[in-house]
């Protein structure tokens, strides 16, 4: 399996070396520090074989975290374990990872490493579970020599729901669900649609004593289908086709499989519940209509319509329209009714920035350009106008939840809350 | 931070040696971390091997962590000092009333790796492995290969102990880690350890269950080397397979994929193999999008397998296959790759519109490979053609310097015409291309623009004065061109016979001294035969009548008796350099397909790959005969005094077939002019 795992900085140090099977030297890594990461020479590449050995690698902000191995492994495992175990050092980090972090907590990275893989097979990987036994300053010895609660806690790191921990009290029982929709589109330059989705994601904080037992249900077709008709009952909301599901490991899947029912017991505190992949009959909450207008050699217009298309009584906050300009603006004059519009040259656009904005509502800006003299030749290629904002109460697939069941021996009723929001993934327009 | 300073000096390592034996507690600790931050960053701390062990005798689990690290570390270096550990070791395996502690003992004296010391641990490990605590017995458990690397001798005892297990463990993560060490294991000793029947099998998908997600890893892909005995106990796997596709770890729900697929060849119910690939494609295309770039890709590099033995599953999403904007690049050219690959009667104007826009970026490498991709599916696509040209002949308009995608430019037009020669003549396009060969200045544009110039001499304006340009620079160019130049030249001047005999005596004269062999040779061979019988040599360098028919219409990258072994492997490393594990790793065996037929999953008939199918056979041939060739023209280039230009370049392909089969028409005297030329698209 997996050689070694190591940390290296941008300029090719080793922060962290740690070796589990020896079919490996270090002046092999040392050649690819010294070869890829410090050159930058197809570091974009996320598997490169150096004379029989390669070296799987993903990059996070400057520190290259590297899994080495001489045998046919399983890729895409072995790169989703490094990201686990970035997520691993974040949560003892408080979410950083850094060089400086890394440093000052080699010990405890030690630690981690030598629980997270044995003779390069990935083991328990979950943040919430390792630290109750891995500890920074070593755990305490009241724990060390309780051996019911040790016992317990290795029964439940290798037991069928490892992520929840037995036994938890809360005075006041909650639950908050948040449906967070991110919307990709691709418009063509007359305004047809090229590619629209939306990837859903539920996030859930789970405050809740006890082994609760949920299910969860939303407006989805295909479970719709299938529920009796209560009698009298008319409702006109058939449902939403959803393309793909994926859930957290607390899912029942075989369940799901069977009933397209989502039943689970929850982790405690916060987790991802499910993300999901929906294409058809989105709601695309904004239209833009550009209008790009060349005026003589050295000017230039460009108008930008957007239109809000939901409900009157919801806001769209923080937009953000990027309109791109050529290189060689000189000067930009703006004109719109509401928001700022500003060039930015780093950004090579204005951008125009609206806090507020209403549903069912249309806005103008007009950009007069003015173009200082270039000796490039080329035509300027325009990129696509992008956009960016939040619809807070608004889902563009339309999905709703219709119900959190909440089960529980000691018969407590938790108090739920929910909230939606929409927001704009890659919004883009071309010109 | 102050542990990551300079070398240790021998100063340094006097003091830690002092710390290590402080008598005080806080002080020894510090000197551990020290020396395991000296070891981090490659420095040679082995010498404080016994001051560091004396440490062990505390009783602090964070410390103990530390030492056993460096004891891994040094244990090989000093075997005779790592036998004192042992004790340690042991009484922590039998005595210690911890789980935590018994496996960290087990764990780290695995990992020694001294062949004297494995039989110490023999006994203990058989403790362990029968430990009451799974947590315990999941250790103990990977704790066997690294003990059967070493010293196999002392090992039958334990595989024994391992196979029992496997029959009565119930633990899911126990399990897991147990099948993957008997893997481990069967790949070392090539023998096998695992004997699956009805009821292990049963257990093992109720692990995948209940088990953590690299241990459904490890399940579902042992399960994937495995043939089930018949349709019904595949549609069991499959079935008990199938809700890991919503599972939120993509390497499991691709691991699942790979399961089903590799399954389905033992259905019987052609209606139940439709439905599961409804299942399985939108599981597929969820991690198409995955927001990880590093497992996109490598999902991506399964793709053209996938591609070409489940064509039905992506029939209609070419869009899926669309770059985003801000997509590494590495992504990007994956995705123009399978859109090649894709690209049918039906969807091509899709696809190529889309290439269109690509035509925009602002990477010259990715416009080049966009480029490229188009020229390929005008070659492969005779439906697209039209199209395709027109962009770039659009593009063609537009150029005004000489960039790395005008190079591409040129050698796509150069191969095209080459396929379409009778088509292209007259068309306005040969003007708008010819307008800008000025800008080729790489070897194979260049030769490219040469090559035009000598087949479409007679419709192109002032074709001898550009001719002359060329071979006033003659010496100065790259052999790839030059080589072009002189089949180019002649073939101008069998057109133009009054107007170019200057211009070839002196393409002759400069070309005949020249240094390289290759060069030479062809010079001689053309002068020899210009001077004896013209009519051979018009014979020989002017093919009029479709002697380029013969094009290649595979994209595939597998053999088609090589896809149940590539998919069996879907996700590895080898699969992702598209290759056989066997090829890439020399300890793997060759795993022979039993299977005779390989079954393609296709959806409605469309005429193109029906073609293809039939051509399934030809194209074997032929592809072997293309690495028949490619062998040959290894040897040539160290034989330097062959005739024929060696070269790894596919365009050179064309024109050192062109030559081989002069060569052979020569020899032979025979005025056949139907040779086989095969472009090998990459």
């Known amino acids: 399996m997996i050689s070694s795992i190591v940390f290296i900085n941008h300029k090719g140090e080793i922060l962290i070396y740690r070796v589990y099977k020896d079919d490996i030297t270090r002046s092999e890594t040392t050649q690819f520090c010294a070869k890829i990461v410090a050159t930058k020479e197809n570091k974009e590449c996320p598997i490169i074989n150096i004379d029989g050995t390669s070296f799987i690698h993903i990059t996070i902000k400057d520190i290259v975290v590297l899994a080495t191995t001489k045998v046919n492994v399983n890729v895409a495992m072995t790169l989703q374990f490094l990201y686990q175990l970035v997520k691993v050092c974040r949560a003892y980090f408080g979410g950083e990872f850094d060089e400086n972090c890394i440093k000052k907590h080699f010990v405890l990275i030690y630690e981690i490493l030598d629980e997270v893989m044995d003779y390069g097979v990935p083991q328990i990987a979950d943040a919430d579970l390792l630290k109750k036994y891995i500890q920074e300053g070593g755990l305490k010895p009241e724990l060390m020599n309780d051996v019911e609660k040790l016992k317990q806690l290795t029964s439940q790191a290798t037991g069928a729901t490892s992520w929840r921990p037995p036994n938890l009290v809360y005075r006041k029982n909650e639950v908050y669900l948040d449906v967070i929709e991110s919307v990709n589109v691709l418009m063509s330059v007359k305004g047809t649609i090229l590619k629209a989705d939306v990837a859903g994601s539920i996030q859930v904080k789970c405050l809740l004593s006890g082994m609760p037992e949920c299910k969860f249900g939303m407006n989805d077709k295909l479970l719709m289908q299938r529920e009796p008709r209560k009698p009298g009952q008319t409702t006109t909301d058939k449902g939403i086709t959803i393309d793909d599901l994926k859930f957290h490991q607390c899912v029942k899947l075989p369940k799901f499989d069977k009933e397209r029912a989502i039943t689970f017991i929850p982790p405690d505190g916060q987790f991802e519940l499910m993300t999901y992949r929906i294409t058809e009959n989105i709601n695309l909450p904004f239209k833009i209509m550009p209008v790009y207008n060349e005026l003589g050699k050295n000017k230039l217009e460009i108008r930008v319509k957007i239109k809000s298309i939901f409900e009157k009584n919801l806001f769209a906050t923080n937009l953000a329209i990027k309109i791109p300009v050529p290189k060689n603006t000189a000067n930009v004059t703006t004109n719109s009714a509401i928001g700022k519009a500003k060039h930015e040259p780093d950004q090579q656009g204005v951008i125009w920035r609206i806090k507020k904005y209403p549903g069912d509502f249309e806005a103008l800006l007009r950009c007069e350009i003015d173009l200082g003299q270039t000796t490039n030749q080329q035509p300027w290629i325009k990129p696509p106008i992008s956009m960016e904002f939040q619809v807070p109460m608004f889902t563009a697939s339309g999905l709703r939840v219709r119900f959190l069941r909440i089960y529980e021996k000691a018969g407590y009723k938790p108090t739920k809350w929910i909230r939606y929001i929409t927001k704009a993934g890659e919004y883009l327009h071309r010109l | ?682």
């Open chain 2, 1 to 682: 931070m102050a542990y990551f300073g300079n070398n240790p000096q021998r100063g340094e390592l006097q003091e830690l040696y002092a710390d290590l034996n402080d008598l005080n507690f806080e002080k020894k600790k510090e000197a551990v971390k020290k020396v395991i931050a000296y070891m981090t960053v490659g420095k040679d701390v082995s010498d404080l091997f016994q001051s560091v062990i004396k440490c062990l005798e505390f009783n602090d689990i964070e410390m103990k962590k530390l030492i056993y690290l460096y004891i891994v570390n040094y244990s090989r270096q000093k075997p005779d000092d790592a036998i004192m550990v042992i004790q340690n070791f042991r009484k922590d395996v039998r005595k210690s009333e911890n789980p935590l502690v018994r496996a960290l003992a087990i764990r780290t004296f695995g990992c020694l790796r001294v062949p004297k010391l494995n039989e110490y641990l023999i006994e203990p490990l058989k403790d362990c492995i029968q430990d009451d605590d799974p947590y315990v017995r999941k250790t103990a458990v990977l704790c066997v290969p690294k003990v059967y690397e070493v010293s196999p001798e002392i090992c039958p005892a334990l595989l024994e102990l391992l196979q029992k297990l496997l029959e009565k463990e119930s633990n899911a993560l126990v399990l897991a880690n147990l099948i993957q060490s008997m893997r481990e294991i069967e790949v070392v000793s090539g023998k096998q350890l695992i004997n699956l029947n009805q009821k292990i099998i049963q257990k093992l998908l109720l692990a995948v269950d209940e088990c953590i997600e690299w241990g459904q890893i490890f399940i579902l892909d042992y399960l994937a080397t495995y043939n089930p005995q018949d349709s019904k106990q595949a549609e069991i796997i499959i079935e008990r397979t199938l809700p890991r596709l919503s599972h939120i770890n993509p390497t499991v729900t691709f691991c699942a994929v790979k399961v089903i697929l590799k399954y389905l060849d033992f259905l019987d119910n052609g209606e139940l193999v439709k439905n599961l690939c409804k299942k399985v494609a939108p599981s597929l295309i969820s991690l198409l999008s995955w927001n990880q770039p590093e497992v996109q890709y490598t999902i991506l590099r399964n793709i053209s397998l996938i591609l070409q033995k489940f064509p039905i599953l992506f029939e209609n999403d070419v869009k899926v296959f669309f770059c985003s904007i801000n997509e590494p690049y590495y992504i990007k050219y994956e995705k123009l790759d399978i859109m090649v690959r894709i690209c049918d009667s039906k969807n091509f104007g899709q696809v190529l519109n889309e290439l269109l826009i690509y035509l925009n970026e602002a990477d010259p490498h990715f416009v080049r490979k966009t480029i490229k991709s188009i020229g390929k599916i005008a070659i492969t696509y005779d439906k697209a053609l039209d199209k395709a040209v027109s962009i770039l002949v659009e593009l063609a308009k537009n150029i005004q310097q000489p960039t790395e995608p005008v190079q591409e430019l040129l050698i796509q037009m150069q191969l095209i015409y080459k396929k379409n020669k009778q088509m292209y003549k007259h068309d306005e396009s040969l003007k708008i291309i010819y307008s800008i060969v000025d800008y080729a200045n790489e070897p194979e544009s260049k030769s490219a623009c040469a090559w035009i110039l000598g087949e479409f001499g007679e419709f192109i304006p002032k074709s001898v004065e550009k001719m002359k340009e060329y071979v006033d620079n003659f010496q100065m160019e790259d052999r790839l061109v030059q080589l072009q130049l002189l089949t180019s030249a002649v073939q101008l001047y069998l057109k133009y016979p009054s107007q170019c005999a200057t211009l070839i005596q002196q393409l002759i004269t400069s070309a005949k001294d020249s240094f390289n062999p290759d060069v030479r040779d062809r010079t001689y061979i053309y002068w020899r035969l210009l001077s004896t019988d013209p009519e051979v040599v018009k014979n020989l360098v002017c093919f009029n009548s479709g002697t380029f028919s013969n094009f290649s219409k595979d994209l595939r990258l597998w053999e088609t008796q090589d896809l149940v072994v590539a998919l069996e492997n879907m996700g590895s490393i080898s699969n992702l350099f598209h290759k056989l594990p066997h090829q890439l790793y020399k300890n793997i065996k060759i795993k022979i397909n039993n299977q005779q037929n390989v079954k393609i999953y296709k959806g409605e008939e469309k005429p193109d790959t029906q073609a293809q199918d039939q051509q399934d056979e030809n194209n074997q041939n032929n592809k072997k005969e293309l690495q028949q060739q490619s062998q040959q023209q290894q040897l040539q280039d160290v034989d330097l005094l062959n005739f024929d230009e060696p070269s790894n370049n596919n365009n050179n392909n064309n024109n050192n077939n062109n030559n081989n089969n002069n060569n052979n028409n020569n020899n032979n005297n025979n005025n056949n002019n139907n040779k086989t030329d095969l472009f090998e698209l990459i």
